[in-house]
């Protein structure tokens, strides 16, 4: 599976930052994975963001859970994220990645290349 | 939230040596749901280590993952040039949200 990150590289102070994630093959189809967004700030540290799978089903990080909203379009493969109201500290590489839903098995086993984003005026 | 701490920040040693990397977490990480991924410049996180120890598909069994509950290690022997990265220890225990540690750079 491959998966590939898209959307603008700058963003403005309060607007919101948008990507999306593209699928290549079939397992986004399976009901088997949740869809993750995990960024990496400049200093390399890495914070998971939260999941979706089924459509609907999500989890967001308490950190960012009032700024958050992700969603899916199953016909294109693909997966999105929305974060409201950036500020510089949400400047960092986005990254999707996927996780299986069986319990013993929710570690990140295929990452996309990431996709910087810096939030400035 | 289970809090991460690797140790430590930078491992500095010559190709051949040993690398003991650690994590610690804050709380007991249940059943060992616990991961190690490596990373280069420019690249994304690659998972190394699954399940404690369990090594994912192609990584070299010069790396060993171990330990238990709070404290976990990564072990690289004979320490190759293409092995100097970034190491992350991650937890995807029940308790959310899964968190990283802040990384261990691996450097000659």
């Known amino acids: 599976v491959q998966l590939m990150e898209s959307g603008p590289g700058l963003v403005k102070p309060s607007e919101t930052l948008t990507l999306t994630c593209t699928v290549s093959?079939?397992?986004?189809?399976?009901?088997?994975?949740?869809w993750n967004w995990i960024r990496q700030f400049p200093g390399k540290g890495l914070e998971w963001i939260g999941y979706?799978?089924?459509?609907?089903?999500?989890y967001y990080n308490p950190s960012l859970k009032s700024r958050v909203s992700m969603s899916m379009v199953t016909s294109m493969r693909q997966f999105s994220l929305s974060l409201a109201s950036v500020t510089a500290a949400d400047t960092a590489i986005y990254f999707c990645?996927?996780?299986?839903?069986?319990?013993?098995?929710?570690?990140?086993?295929?990452w996309g290349q990431g996709a910087q984003v810096t939030v400035s005026s | 939230e289970i809090v991460l701490t690797q140790s430590p920040d930078t491992l500095s040693l010559s190709p051949g040596e040993t690398a003991t990397l650690s994590c610690r977490a804050s709380?007991?990480?249940?059943?060992?749901?616990f991961a190690w991924y490596q990373q280069k410049s420019g690249q994304p996180p690659r998972l190394l280590i699954y399940?404690?120890?369990t090594r994912a598909t192609g990584v070299p069994d010069r790396f060993r993952g171990g330990g238990s509950e709070t404290d976990f290690t990564l072990t690289i022997s004979r320490v190759e040039p293409e092995d100097f990265a970034v190491y992350f220890c991650?937890?995807?225990?029940?308790?959310?949200?899964?968190?990283f540690g802040q990384g261990t750079v691996v450097e000659i």
């Open positions: 709380q007991r990480i249940g059943t060992n749901y």
């Open positions: 979706i799978y089924d459509n609907e089903n999500t």
């Open positions: 991650q937890q995807y225990g029940r308790s959310l949200p899964w968190t």
């Open positions: 093959d079939d397992s986004f189809l399976s009901g088997s994975y949740y």
């Open positions: 990645a996927r996780a299986s839903l069986v319990v013993q098995s929710r570690y990140f086993d295929s």
């Open positions: 399940s404690a120890f």
